[in-house]
Each structure stands twice: as structure tokens, then as C-alpha cells.
């Protein structure tokens, strides 16, 4: 949950003082690994379960806060965004039915959550991205009014010295731009905890990295953003990026991002780790009070870290270094960040009892994976199974296996002996691995699931039809906790009527033709006739919609004195235009009033799609549209 007393740094003199709480808290750190002060075991587990709000028409419900206040729960708290959750499950001793009781207390968690929220028309899901996102959610009055969340934005904004840059390509491309970090509010995750003997940490650390890639292909859940096809796990390339202070230039210097995999194996000490991240990245935030640790240490106390552990939650590793000060002996963890959250509780928990069963089944000795194995083929492997979940040929010691055969004949197998080892029980090993396995085997992850409905629905209903689709039966199937393998493609009984409170992005065209003011009326008669178009939009060099041409217009240009030669002097510039967010019965309203066959639906000053008469003709005035089953 972070540490909330944080200030942005004043001075250099203030700089200093931050820096040299850090290195003493390192130092501490040092001091009491060379001394063995951790507690070395039984393991516990944890987890945190990131959620999304939406209302009763499926998009990002701001709520949050109003959500929090009715649900007096502690375990519940705020996110980055006005419309996610965080839920904090209680901590459980590894063995026996540890999992089951996970599975039941994150269940009772959600049902809490639900009826608060409810209160307020909206829902609790549990999705990687949302698909009915829009970028309009991303503003800056959607972010929590939490300082430390502004503090935060404003620091990596300033460092980076403009706005941050999203590029990514998938079966589409997106490529947009952001004021602030909210970008990062577009991800929900299921983090997962174990604790690691200090003695033990370098070769756990080492191994949590070597599983990543095929564990995250098991597991993706997160393939639209903005109605874009992106990656498998889109939220990987999306945190990255949106936190990225790193800008372009001419130069080939390499620099790390603050969202990183990770640059090497450990050797050592876990404390490579903290030494790394104050090495490469400038502190963002400070506080007051901090501790002198090594005196704590020196006398036979437990140093709370505060300022290394800041840092720490400004550099984002997916396998992170977790410093736990408890009593009578502080502990370390291994908080694997990369699970998104969903398709289903169910389906959490097996992914939970998977990683957690691998972690326990490694048998490696401490320096064989950085003796046999390069650190770039595990990053790679990590990034490709983002890109392509489980259609990935992973470098596994050196032999290409495909995610398929690697899961099923070693991974799953090594994850089952690691459960057994910590006592878990036998029935619910069965439940829980039998779930990867049958999602493995059937090919079928949320990703897949999504994607697959996401066409069908898409072509049939449009865009926003399909992401609406996709949300309410995302809703009904996690509230029968159905593992995803077990979802059935959309049906009749998932329908989505349209109707005149529905709004303009639900019927409008997206992929739009468009011609610069400056072009010749030849090139824009060129492409309404190909491609059988009434209503071209004319766009500034900024990509400011500053005109309409019709098919009207270049009839009576071509009827006339034939002078003019540019679309700029016989385009329509007093233009009636829509909003996204306009709804359908308005849109039927200006339409009829002014008499018009078409208008443009523009997003600050910038054309995000065509609305026509033939566009609008689809919705019914009373039932509206479904969906029906294929």
C-alpha cells in the first residue's frame, strides 16, 4: 500500500539529506543480512487484489472513494485512478489448505466490495485492462486526490521534461501521449507474495526470473486497450511506458526504465538489488523522520527502511525485493507483480498456487542459472510471452520449447512436487493445477477468450457494442466463479441493446479517411469515389478538424467555374460536430433539426470518428439491437 508521508524534494541540500537516509538504510540492510537477523521460515503467502469500478453501463465508474467509505473495511484502500480498488488479502502459512482459504477470503473480500458498490450502481470487476476504457478516463481529475499520487506524477513528469509516449503494435497500433501517469490506471493486477529465506534469496531471485516468461503466458489476460488488438499481456508494455522518464535523442547511451525486468542475475546479496535501483534512478520522493537504521541495528532492534523502501516503490521490478519489519524478526519476500488480474477469482488462485508450487519446486543450485543461462534469453522470453502469451517458443537452457509442451511436460508437473514439498493439501493441488492444465491444454486464456469474442462481436456491433459485450459477460461469469477454459463464446442471453441513451461511439466509424486542408480537390474526389464515401473530413497540419467535404460540395464544384483547386476553398468550415460522450438521442435530434446526412465526432479539437444517416439507421427508436448468438 505504499508509504503515504512522502513530499516532493525541496533543494539540493534536501536532496543530499534523502540520499544519505537511503545509504544508511542500505547499509542496515547489508548489516543484517552478513548477521543473519531475518527470519528464516515457515514461508507465508500473500496476495493483493487490484480492481476496476464500473457502472451500469459498463464503462469506469469514478467512484472510488464514495465505494471506500461505505465499505469500512482496512483491507480495502485507494488506487491511482478514482476508478480502481485495492484489496490487501491477510497473510497465511504456506502448507495445507492455505490457498483454499485465499480462494474463500478473496471471494468474502469481493462480496464486501460488491455491496458497497453497488450503493452506488456500479460493480467490481476483476479484468488486466478494462476494455471499456477511453482515453478520456485518463484526465487528471480522475486521479485519486491523494498527494502522494500527484506528488509522484509531477516528479516523473519533470524528470522525463514532457509527456509520456504510448507506441505500441499488435494486430493494431496505438500511439498516443499523456500529461501525467495515468496511463498506469489503465492496468489492475493480482500481485502475489512469498516469503524467501534470506540464505535462500539470490538462487529463489535468480529462479522467479527463469519462470517468468512461461508463467505469464499461462496467465494473460490483458490483449485490448482503447479498442485496439495490442499484446496478449498489454499491461506490460503499458506500465513500462507510462512511467518511462527516458526520452529520445541522437545519442545511443543506454538507460534503463524505471519498469524494468531486470538487467542481470543476482551473484550475492539481494541488497544488488536496492544498490541497482539508487545507482540508476534519481530519487523521486522524500519524507520526514527518517530513522537512523544502522543505530537501530547496532542496537538489537528492527529497522523499519523507510527511505530505501520509497525508492523501492518508485522503481518498478515485475519480481520485487519486499522488506517486511515484523516482529520478533523482519522477513523478506518475493512479490511477483506481472499477474493481472481475473478472468475469474478462481482462476487467481490457480495462477497463485502455480507460481507458488514452481517457486518451492526449484531444485537449482544457487550459481547454475547464471553459469548455463544468459540474462537477455529470460528477458526475452519474459517480453515475448507479453506479446503472444501462449503461441510462444521459449530459450529454455538453450532448447527451443513451445509454451504448450513446456507447461504441460515440465513446468506444471515441477510446480505440482513444489506444492507437495510444502504440505499443501493433495485435493487442492488437484483443483488448482488442474485449472492451468486444462487452460493450457484447451488453448484457452483470458486473452484468447477475448480476443476471440472481441472479433466476432466487433464485426457484427461495432466497437463499443463489443466492448460493452465483453464486460457484462466478464461480470456474469466471475460471479459464478467460472475458471476461464469453462466460458462459453458470447450468447443470446448476453444481450446489448442500443438505444437513445446509449451514446455516439457506440455506432460511430472509427477508421475514418480524412484530407489536409491544403490537398487538391482532385486527391479528395479521388477518395470518396474509391471508396464510396458521402463525408470527407478536412484536418489543419496539427490534425485539428477544421472541415467537411460532401459529396454535395464536389458536385457543384465540378458543375461551376472550375476555378478553385485547393480543398480549403470549397470545404464547409462552420461545422456542427459530436462528441464521443453525446448520446444517440441527442445525436438523432441535431441530425433531424439541421438536416444533416453526417457529422463529425471530435475529442479536443482532434476527429475521432464519422457519424452517418446509415450509421444511426442501425438503432431501433424502443428495443434496439442484440446480440445474437452465432
Known sequence: MGDFRVRSITDKADHRKAYLSHLD????????????????????????????????????????????????????????????????????????????ETEEQLLGLLDIGQAAAGSQEARILQ???????????????????????????????????????????????????????????????????????????????????????????????SPLLFGRELWAETRIAIFKQSLDTRSSSRNLRSKMARVYFGQDWLHHSAAEIWRNNLSRFPLLLTSDGFER????????????????????????????????????????RIECRY????????????????????????????????????????????????????????????????????????????????????????RDIEKYLGVIHHRVTGETTGSSWTVRNFRSLEKAHGTAAAETALVRMMLEYQRENLPV???????????????????????????VFAVNHND????????????????????????????????????????????????AEIMLRDLETVGPETSLGRLRQIMLSGRFSGLPVVCDKKMVGMITERDLALLQPDDGREIQQV
Open 485 to 511: 477454459h469453462e466460458w462459453q463464446d458470447y450468447r443470446q442471453s448476453f444481450p446489448v441493446s442500443l438505444n437513445s441513451e446509449n451514446t455516439v461511439e457506440y455506432l460511430m466509424t472509427r477508421d
Open 339 to 426: 499477474i493481472p488480474a481475473g478472468p475469474s477469482t478462481l482462476d487467481e488462485i490457480a495462477n497463485f498456487a502455480f507460481w507458488t508450487g514452481l517457486m518451492q519446486g526449484n531444485d537449482l543450485e544457487k550459481g547454475l542459472l547464471p553459469e548455463r543461462v544468459d540474462f537477455k534469453s529470460v528477458r526475452d522470453n519474459f517480453v515475448k510471452a507479453a506479446r503472444t502469451g501462449l503461441g510462444t517458443t521459449f530459450d529454455w537452457f538453450g532448447r527451443l520449447r513451445t509454451a504448450k509442451s513446456l507447461l504441460l511436460d515440465t513446468l506444471i508437473p515441477q510446480a505440482r512436487v513444489g506444492l507437495e514439498r510444502s504440505g499443501v493439501d493433495t
Open 25 to 100: 538504510d542500505l547499509a542496515a540492510f547489508e548489516m543484517m543480512l552478513e548477521e543473519g537477523l531475518f527470519d528464516e521460515g515457515p514461508a507465508w503467502i500473500g496476495a493483493e487484489q487490484e480492481l476496476c469500478l464500473v457502472g451500469k453501463d459498463y464503462q469506469a465508474s469514478t467512484t472510488a472513494l464514495e465505494v471506500l467509505d461505505r465499505i469500512k473495511d482496512p483491507r480495502y484502500t485507494n488506487e491511482l485512478a478514482l476508478y480502481n480498488l485495492e484489496a490487501n488479502l491477510d497473510p497465511l502459512p504456506l502448507g495445507g489448505s492455505c490457498f483454499r
Open 293 to 332: 537504521a544502522t543505530d537501530v541495528v547496532r542496537a538489537g532492534g528492527t529497522p523499519k527502511l523507510r527511505a530505501v523502501r520509497l525508492q523501492n516503490g518508485t522503481t518498478y521490478t515485475w519480481n520485487r525485493l519486499c522488506y517486511g519489519p515484523t516482529s520478533p524478526k523482519p522477513h523478506l
Open 520 to 567: 487538391c480537390i482532385e486527391r479528395a474526389e479521388m477518395i470518396m469515389n474509391w471508396n464510396n464515401i458521402h463525408h470527407l473530413p478536412v484536418e489543419n497540419d496539427e490534425g485539428e478538424l477544421v472541415g467537411l467535404l460532401t459529396d454535395g460540395l464536389l458536385r457543384r464544384h465540378r458543375e461551376g467555374s472550375n476555378d478553385k483547386e485547393y480543398v
Open 127 to 221: 479484468c488486466g485492462i478494462l476494455p471499456t476504457l477511453k482515453y478520456r478516463n485518463l484526465q487528471f481529475e480522475n486521479m485519486t486526490p491523494e498527494p502522494r499520487y500527484k506528488t509522484l506524477s509531477a516528479s516523473l513528469k519533470a524528470l522525463r521534461g514532457e509527456d509520456f509516449q504510448i507506441y505500441l503494435q499488435g494486430a493494431d497500433d496505438l500511439i498516443t501521449s499523456l500529461n501525467s501517469v495515468l496511463f498506469e490506471a489503465c492496468n489492475t493486477s493480482f500481485q502475489l507474495h512469498l516469503q524467501i529465506p534470506s540464505r535462500d534469496f539470490v538462487r529463489q531471485h535468480n529462479w522467479s526470473q527463469m519462470i517468468a516468461g512461461p508463467v505469464l503466458a499461462a496467465c494473460v489476460n
